[in-house]
């Protein structure tokens, strides 16, 4: 049965979702007591999860299950445009226009793939040798950091326009961890 | 995301009030956009096959039930037939270095041990309840997916560490994503289809990154951890244990076994093991045992137990040749880290909540593949839209995008009838055929036509599969299987009358 609490969950999600559209469909007077409804029957749904299937395996359940669900809630709600008629609409924000120099397209390649790449492994390394706590732990949670930091440094070197900066607090980074870690040197 | 919906209201402006979210400066938002752009394009093609392989692969045990239906289909097993199995195989190959006794669990209903023979090559035997052994597993299907989702069937570093890089790209993707969508909030429930190309591409890409996110981020870093694992331990050997990576892995075994070639004075006793254990853990469920050296002196065995409502792998409990219990790795009772490893796969594939979470991994990650799949159809429509386009790219990608579900079911239509043909071989040459026709086609005659023989390969698929087993399908996820190919047939063959009618009008 326990897997099936999920499903038995789902209309809480649901129902949180339709109130939270209700609240985005336009003003009203109840607007705040959708918006708070909406937000409530999330969390109550998260919670009541817990006693009911574990309390890591429940919220992890009601979140894939319930953002399912909420998304079947924002396909059904699918409005259709006539193709033929040209919307009014506002200027969409475009990507900014950068001058195509190739060096600098190697250079923010290497920033965002290897550079970043070393100085989060660095980031890991350094907790993972140099934090207090159990060895597991700090391998893991170390471990952990490294695609998350790298994932943040890519989104930066590839966003930022002043690449040497990047370059420099990347390269700074890396040293940093990396000579702290090989320092220490024992787990 | 694509910031392109981020100022498209198809009602009329609503009076609100001061919004709660800061202002992002448009600059910010156009950089962001462009590290977006630049990141999806890079690695459109990778995330775009890692997260359709990844969807189709939250299934892998029931592929491998489908496969092979005939069973022995076993719900549980006395722990004497579990014993009786792992002697059998051990009969074959007395020297073997080690065994791997699955157990029956609900997700997958069999008793099997994997082994190698004094050749070297690997085997996977069933057995039946009374632990006789049954026939052998086959199912090159099933292991074709896994495989091409976990690592891309190259060498496991190399295939390891290019899928987690793509995790890292593809979490890079979401936080670009998120930053360069102001209005994230906002227009979390505008979904408009057709008109625009652009818009409507826009839309689907934001209303599913948006409401999907918990499930990407989860997906997207533990991916990325799990395929970076060897690249990370190995940078953590170099630094700490001279480079001996097999001491950084020791950290995570529990206890250990001293290695003893000389021959025991008997084999162990799995039976014993499990027995015991059910005692000293009567809410848990032994799922499968791992023997090492077996016969050896220095003969021991590894015990999973999965303790229902618990988010992890399970404990491993180590048991010596004598069935003494040295103790437990610690998965659910160590440290912080050692339980937040043991939750890792379970979370990355789905498989901690039943089949309702399997459905939804399903559903999300074929999402996440459509996030990919209009992330690049908004670049090549706002090429268009400024006057650029690029037809052949536009042909390229919407070939590749729908070539997948072609060799999918194409390879699978072909294991079926040729086990022995290698899988991943079929489905290249698909994947490049569909592909190929990309030199002849307009995008919405390639789309068209591939979702049509996908659909048609499914349906074959799963006619062809229940005309074959149709005398020994004694597991149920045979014909469910079979029933979701051919809903799933159904849906794509509808999704391209919706779209002729579309353009005939």
């Not at chain 2, 597993?137 to 997916?145: A, D, G, L, M, N």
């Not at chain 2, 792998?313 to 437990?328: F, H, K, M, N, S």
Request: charged content about 15%; some cysteine; aromatic content about 8%.
């Amino acid at each position: 049965m326990s897997p099936l609490w999920s499903l038995a969950l789902t209309p809480l999600p649901l129902a949180g979702a339709v109130l939270l559209k209700r609240a985005w469909d336009g003003p009203s007077p109840n607007r705040p007591g959708f918006i708070l409804g909406g937000w409530g029957l999330l969390v109550i749904a998260i919670a009541a999860s817990v006693p009911l299937m574990g309390p890591a395996r429940g919220p992890f359940a009601v979140l894939a299950v319930g953002s399912t669900a909420a998304l079947v809630l924002v396909a059904a709600g699918v409005e259709h445009r006539n193709a033929r008629k040209k919307a009014a609409r506002e200027l969409a924000p475009e990507p900014s226009d950068r001058r195509r120099v190739v060096w600098r397209g190697w250079l923010r390649g290497f920033l965002a793939g290897p550079l970043a790449g070393v100085a989060a492994l660095g980031c890991g390394l350094a907790v993972a040798i140099c934090a207090p706590g159990q060895i597991q732990s700090r391998m893991v949670i170390g471990g952990l950091m490294v695609p998350f930091l790298w994932a943040g440094g890519m989104a930066w070197t590839l966003s930022d326009d002043k690449i040497l900066r990047a370059f420099a607090v990347l390269a700074g980074v890396a040293v940093a961890t990396l000579g702290a870690a090989f320092l220490k040197g024992a787990l | 995301m694509d910031g392109s919906t981020a100022a498209a209201p198809a009602k009329p402006a609503k009076a609100t009030g001061k919004p709660i979210w800061p202002k992002v400066p448009a600059e910010f938002v156009r950089a962001m956009l462009a590290g977006h752009s630049a990141l999806g394009l890079a690695f459109a093609a990778l995330i775009y096959l890692v997260c359709f392989s990844g969807s189709i692969a939250v299934f892998t045990y029931e592929y491998g039930r489908w496969e092979q239906p005939a069973g022995p289909v076993l719900h549980a097993v006395t722990p004497q037939a579990a014993d009786a199995a792992f002697r059998e195989v051990l009969a074959k190959n007395p020297k073997a270095h080690d065994l791997f006794l699955r157990l029956p669990e609900p997700a997958y209903p069999r008793l099997s041990v994997h082994g190698d023979d004094p050749q070297g090559g690997e085997h996977t035997w069933f057995a039946d309840a009374s632990g006789r052994l049954a026939g052998e597993q086959k199912t090159p299907w099933s292991e074709f997916q896994a495989e091409l989702h976990t690592v891309l069937h190259l060498p496991r570093a190399w295939g390891g560490f290019i899928v987690g890089l793509t995790g890292v790209a593809l979490l890079s993707s979401l936080v670009s994503g998120v930053l360069s969508h102001p209005r994230v909030f906002k227009d979390a429930f505008a979904f408009r289809w057709g008109g625009s190309k652009r818009l409507q591409e826009a839309d689907l890409h934001n209303r599913i990154s948006v409401w999907g996110l918990p499930f990407h981020l989860v997906v997207s870093l533990t991916g990325a951890f799990l395929g970076l694992t060897v690249i990370i331990v190995g940078v953590l050997a170099l630094a700490t244990f001279k480079g001996d990576t097999s001491k950084a892995y020791a950290l995570f075994r529990g206890p250990t076994v001293e290695d003893d070639p000389r021959p025991a004075a008997k084999v162990i006793d799995i039976a014993a093991a499990i027995t015991n254990l059910k005692t000293r853990y009567p809410n848990a469920r032994p799922t499968y045992v791992f023997i090492e050296h077996p016969g050896e002196s220095g003969q021991h065995a590894g015990v999973n137990l999965v303790t229902e409502g618990r988010l992890s792998r399970g404990e491993t409990v180590v048991v010596d040749g004598a069935g003494q219990v040295l103790g437990e790795v610690g998965y659910e009772s160590g440290s912080v880290g050692l339980r937040v490893l043991s939750t890792m796969t379970p979370l990355h594939f789905g498989w901690f909540g039943g089949w309702p979470v399997k459905v939804a991994y399903l559903l999300l990650g074929l999402g996440l593949t459509a996030v990919t799949s209009s992330g690049v159809a908004i670049w090549l429509a706002r090429r268009r839209d400024k006057g650029r386009p690029a037809p052949r790219w536009e042909r390229v990608w919407i070939a590749f995008v729908w070539s997948q579900p072609a060799a999918y079911a194409f390879s699978a239509l072909i294991a079926l009838f040729s086990p022995a043909t290698p899988v991943v071989a079929v489905w290249g040459l698909a994947t490049l055929a569909a592909c190929a026709s990309a030199i002849v086609g307009t995008p919405v005659g390639i789309s068209l036509a591939l979702r049509r023989i996908s659909a048609g390969l499914l349906a074959l698929v799963a006619v062809a599969h229940a005309s074959l087993h149709f005398a020994a399908m004694a597991d149920p996820a045979g014909w469910i299987v079979d029933a979701a190919l051919l809903g799933t047939a159904a849906i794509l063959a509808a999704s391209t009358l919706k779209a002729l009618r579309r353009a005939e009008a």
